[in-house]
T-cell receptor, first 113, second 111 residues
Framework: DTGVSQDPRHKITKRGQNVTFRCDPISEHNRLYWYRQTLGQGPEFLTYFQNEAQLEKSRLLSDRFSAERPKGSFSTLEIQRTEQGDSAMYLC???????????FGPGTRLTVL | QKEVEQDPGPLSVPEGAIVSLNCTYSNSAFQYFMWYRQYSRKGPELLMYTYSSGNKEDGRFTAQVDKSSKYISLFIRDSQPSDSATYLCALEGGGADGLTFGKGTHLIIQP
């Protein structure tokens, strides 16, 4: 399968714990995006990488959220000190260099107890 | 007023009908227009992508963009029960802001 992959698919954690999600984009896609989707809503943009550079991070929901893409390949999204309001689907998408279509992964569903 | 308005439905139609799904938007900076299909608890799947006013057809799907009215549509011909899903419109201004989505329309195709 050559699509966007995300790991884990499901994560259950207790309030106050840190969690990290991984995204592997489509090969040769240099742009990578993270979104959050809550029930009944469309995905909400969080952050954007072009290669290893994080070009937009002002939309991260709070300073508890951070993302990295160390070598311009896979990316991680970390949430520190999780809260119940962080429960959502976290989606990753990637784009090829010269087109604007974004291809999404299956998402990581986070449940904070 | 939200940047992108989309009726959440549900929209229920009989199998074989033509389905019309719509979004309106307020920001004229949007240049790229996409439609995604999302099944329950899955990631969005790209159906259509366009960047100009007019129609674009792909199989049973037609995307229509009217930039002057800030109105976009997706038509599905010969609808099938497998088309039952949530359909999301998504718009982008071409910068680093990511996609702006509508809430999604929940579509039900009755066999």
């Amino acid at each position: 399968d050559t699509g966007v992959s995300q790991d884990p698919r499901h994560k259950i954690t207790k309030r106050g714990q840190n969690v990290t999600f991984r995204c592997d984009p489509i090969s040769e896609h240099n742009r990578l995006y993270w979104y959050r989707q809550t029930l009944g809503q469309g995905p909400e943009f969080l952050t954007y990488f072009q290669n290893e550079a994080q070009l937009e991070k002002s939309r991260l929901l709070s300073d508890r959220f951070s993302a990295e893409r160390p070598k311009g390949s896979f990316s991680t999204l970390e949430i520190q000190r999780t809260e119940q309001g962080d429960s959502a689907m976290y989606l990753c998408a990637s784009s090829p260099p010269v087109r604007n279509e974004q291809f999404f992964g299956p998402g990581t569903r986070l449940t904070v107890l | 007023q939200k940047e992108v308005e989309q009726d959440p439905g549900p929209l229920s139609v009989p199998e074989g009908a033509i389905v019309s799904l719509n979004c309106t938007y307020s920001n004229s900076a949007f240049q790229y227009f996409m439609w995604y299909r999302q099944y329950s608890r899955k990631g969005p799947e790209l159906l259509m992508y366009t960047y100009s006013s007019g129609n674009k057809e792909d199989g049973r799907f037609t995307a229509q963009v009217d930039k002057s009215s800030k109105y976009i549509s997706l038509f599905i011909r010969d609808s099938q029960p497998s088309d039952s899903a949530t359909y999301l419109c998504a718009l982008e201004g071409g910068g680093a802001d990511g996609l702006t989505f509508g809430k999604g329309t929940h579509l039900i195709i009755q066999p």
